[in-house]
């Protein structure tokens, strides 16, 4: 298993831009999650899934998009960029059934001009 | 609001000594987590708690829960070179949704 992916490892924006940072897993889990990682500072939940076709709010949602079409895939989408959008972001998962264990992935580091 | 914190921020410590980090929530949870993370990489799952009086144990790391108080603990013993990182705690803001609230990080140094 290749756990949890994410693409691409580093992108720098130019305000306003929009762009797609992709999140993929094959162990079949249920719930997936996006965090962001400002530095000096803990992880901020910014959208999850309990399933496909099913998505949340977390603590700092203004500004990203998400949609969960398929169990393997959890695509976070910024709609115009900004320079406080520059963050460390985190895509997690685990299965819904008997362990609360997540899997993250290793990261994309987004700086926004 | 549920709120995390963590102490202390920073900790430096000889090897072979011992030492614990505590993190402290506002408000009822059924979950809490302890990461790992080293500089420049991703998070590593430690421990999972989930009932109190939990107690984990791995290697050199050790992890409480205590729900009344609501409190956990990541007690290190005999430290070690390779134990250097920054240690999360987490809790969960509401049942089985992993509405997960981060601590801001101990970040622990261990030295010779």
């Known amino acids: 298993n290749a756990g949890v992916t994410q693409t691409p490892k580093f992108q720098v924006l130019k305000t306003g831009q929009s762009m797609t940072l992709q999140c993929a897993q094959d162990?079949?889990?249920?719930?997936m999650s996006w965090y962001r990682q400002d530095p000096g500072m803990g992880l901020r939940l910014i959208h999850y899934s309990v399933g496909a076709g099913i998505t949340d709010q977390g603590e700092v949602p203004n500004g990203y998009n998400v949609s969960r079409s398929t169990t393997e895939d959890f695509p976070l989408r910024l709609l115009s960029a900004a320079p406080s959008q520059t963050s460390v972001y985190f895509c997690?998962?685990?299965?819904?059934?008997?362990?609360?264990?997540?899997?993250f992935g290793p990261g994309t580091r987004l700086t926004v001009t | 609001e549920l709120k995390v914190e963590q102490n202390p921020l920073f900790l430096s410590m000889q090897e072979g000594k011992n030492y614990t980090i505590y993190c402290n929530y506002s408000t009822t949870s059924d979950r809490l987590y302890w990461y790992r993370q080293d500089p420049g990489k991703s998070l590593e799952s430690l421990f999972v708690?989930?009932?109190?009086?939990a107690v984990k144990q791995e290697g050199r790391l050790m992890a409480s829960l205590d729900t009344k108080a609501r409190l956990s603990t990541l007690h290190i013993t005999a430290a070690v070179h390779d134990l250097s990182a920054t240690y999360f705690c987490?809790?969960?803001?509401?049942?089985?949704?992993?509405?997960?609230?981060f601590g801001t990080g101990t970040r622990l140094q261990v030295f010779p």
């Open positions: 997690a998962s685990r299965t819904g059934f008997s362990s609360y264990e997540q899997y």
């Open positions: 162990m079949n889990h249920e719930y």
């Open positions: 987490a809790v969960d803001r509401a049942y089985n949704t992993d509405k997960l609230i």
């Open positions: 708690l989930l009932s109190n009086g």
